[in-house]
């Protein structure tokens, strides 16, 4: 006699799970791939333009260009799993899939566990994302963007435009270049001493100004010209002239002031400032922004054999821009202080909490 072997405990539900996150798999892959893709293809035409002209070299520009992609992932990849779950529990319904489920026993919250647990994953990738990684990318950027400010190469520059020298209070202008030598040509040099009244001008045939490098000191070489110090209480005006003259114009700094994206999370978290309290919860929040997501589309994307497809569509994009919306303007009157750090932006995914709770309760979804 046949004997049948029963399937081991939990091995439907395990199927059942599978089954949800293969569905939801390859458009999630794909549509992040496209969203990815069109992000770079806007980034690539901004940074290699800037390539173009000189003020950024091509490693620079590939180097940012990875670094804002990857920024980006925090809010490309929960919008590429809203859509993804969208879209695998409409076709689901729409190919009667869900029927069968339902009567072979298959609770809708059982589909909701589904979905939840694949979008748990992308969840922690996402917060490990905008807790960690999207401040060392922005440390990155700011640093590569510094960097290439500093070594902008000035004998690029074009003649008859006044330059500031770096950080120093030197500002430039030349007549003329020469690329082959690289010197500029009848150049003039001002500076105004703060707080002595006095004024530093420097008029020459010639100059050689090198690189600016982060960190280093930036000296300027004229040739044949004439230097004036300018007292202007005590009309103790110095005129030299000179046929060789080296000018130590301070250090070219390549770190900027304190940038608020780049701090550490956990720094973040000891301020009592509006705007670091912002970032630092919407940082935190980005892993249940996620999960809320994958769970609304979950009940959006049903529909009835007689419903509009373009009407389901067109809902869901609706709860997307809402919820964003709604965290866009939590966050901003946060960092205004019009919000307190509690509920803070708290109360924005409460309310959607709110909502999802609504629409796991319409007639049909539960």
């Known amino acids: 006699m046949l004997q049948y072997a029963e399937s081991p405990p939990g091995s439907d539900r395990l199927l059942i799970n599978r089954y949800i996150n293969s569905e939801i798999l390859l458009p999630f892959v794909s549509g992040l791939g496209l969203l990815v893709l069109i992000f770079v293809g806007y980034t690539a035409t901004v940074q290699l333009n800037l390539a173009a002209q000189g003020q950024l070299s091509g490693s620079t520009a590939l180097g940012l260009i990875a670094l804002n992609t990857f ?18 529990i409409s076709r689901i319904h729409r190919d009667q899939e869900m029927n069968v489920l339902y009567a072979s026993g298959i609770s809708r919250l059982r589909i909701l566990g589904a979905v939840f ?32 400010a500093a070594r ?22 030349a007549d003329d270049i020469d690329l082959d030598q690289g ?14 009244d006095r004024t530093e001008i420097i008029v020459a045939e010639q100059a050689a100004l090198p690189e600016l490098n982060p960190g280093e000191t930036l000296n300027a070489r004229f040739y044949h010209g004439y230097h004036y110090l300018l007292d202007q209480r005590e009309s103790q005006d110095v005129t030299v002239r000179f046929d060789y003259l080296s000018v130590d114009m301070g250090y070219s700094e390549a ?22 309290i912002a970032e630092y919860q919407w940082r935190l929040s ?41 965290t866009s303007v939590t966050r901003t ?18 309310i959607i909490f709110i909502v999802l709770l609504l629409l796991l309760r319409r007639p049909g979804t539960n």
């Open 117 to 148: 647990q694949f979008a748990v994953v992308v969840a922690l990738i996402t917060g490990f994302i905008s807790m960690e990684g999207r401040p060392w990318a922005y440390r990155e950027i700011y640093r590569l963007e510094a960097e290439a």
């Open 333 to 350: 009157f946060i960092e205004q202080g019009r919000i307190d750090a509690f509920p803070g932006l708290w109360s924005s995914y409460a």
């Open 183 to 196: 010197l500029h040509k009848n150049v003039f040099l001002h500076k105004k001493h703060r707080g002595e």
């Open 286 to 326: 980005t892993p249940l922004a996620t999960l809320l997501l994958a769970l609304l589309a979950t009940p959006l994307g049903r529909s009835d054999p007689r419903q509009s497809r373009l009407r389901s569509i067109f809902i869901a994009i609706s709860v997307y821009v809402a919820m964003f919306g709604l």
């Open 255 to 276: 770190l900027g002031n304190y940038r608020r994206k780049a701090e550490t999370t956990s720094q973040l978290g000891k301020s009592g400032e509006p705007k670091d």
């Open 71 to 88: 920024v980006t992932l925090e809010v490309l990849m929960p919008s590429a799993l809203f859509f993804s779950v969208l879209a695998a």
């Open 152 to 173: 902008f190469d000035l004998k690029k520059l074009a003649t008859g435009e006044f330059v500031s020298m770096g950080t120093s209070d030197y500002i430039f202008i």
